[in-house]
């Protein structure tokens, strides 16, 4: 079954447009929902952890918000720097491995 | 510091070849991970390594896949009689082990491309 959906699949975005991006999850006890940034060819890179309803977290122009059905990254006044995949993982109360979603794949135009 | 490496970055090999896959964690880092992200598709998980305690090996998709981790901290993954169905980006994570702040960090990852 699918824990982890992420929409949209992809989302283009003028400079300075800002918009946001939706993680939903299904899981039985949530231990924590994981933010990563990949750009092409490389790994993730670490973004934020959210670990209760109503936890928001922020770096430069992304802010993370967590309910407990969905998670939302938001980009603000986005930059061409900001064009890459964003992946939403979710650890279940009581397990180690992360479950990920297929990604959103952000592109944003100057 | 030091972030999770993998060796090699690439790989081209034949159907039915076997092949090794390198990950070096983080220094420190108890807890190291495989994953797996096939084209289109979200990240996979394969194998966890904790310790000294036994591997989960419960994501590995056949008995033609393997992976040891020696003097807890290089990983290898193996893949016997590789297919076609093989290719795909492996990847490795650590963490510093299951604790409340286990963020996993990646490595850059192996591209696999079985002709």
């Known amino acids: 079954e699918d824990q982890v959906t992420q929409s949209p699949e992809a989302l283009r975005l003028q400079e300075g447009e800002s918009s946001s991006l939706n993680c939903s999850y299904t899981?039985?006890?949530?231990?924590?929902l994981f933010w990563y940034r990949q750009d092409p060819g490389k790994g993730p890179e670490f973004l934020f952890t959210l670990y209760s309803a109503g936890e928001e977290k922020e770096k430069e122009r992304l802010k993370a918000t967590l309910t407990k059905k969905e998670s939302f990254l938001h980009i603000t006044a986005p930059k061409p720097e900001d064009s890459a995949t964003y992946l939403c993982a979710v650890q279940e109360l009581g397990d180690y491995k992360l479950s990920f979603g297929a990604g959103t794949t952000v592109t944003v135009r100057a | 510091g030091a972030g999770v490496s993998q060796s090699p970055s690439n790989k081209v090999t034949e159907k039915g070849k076997d092949v090794e896959l390198r990950c070096d964690p983080i220094?420190?880092?108890?807890?190291l991970y495989w994953y797996r992200q096939s084209l289109g598709q979200g990240l996979e998980f394969l194998i966890y390594f904790q310790g000294n305690s036994a591997p989960d090996k419960s994501g590995l998709p056949s008995d033609r896949f393997s992976a040891e981790r020696t003097g807890g901290s290089v990983s290898t993954l193996t893949i016997q009689r590789t297919q076609q169905e093989d290719s795909a980006v492996y990847l490795c994570?650590?963490?510093?082990?299951?604790?409340?702040?286990?963020?996993?960090?990646f490595g850059p990852g192996t591209r696999l491309t079985v002709l």
């Open positions: 899981v039985s006890g949530l231990r924590g």
């Open positions: 220094s420190g880092h108890t807890a």
């Open positions: 994570a650590s963490t510093r082990g299951f604790s409340r702040s286990n963020e996993q960090f």
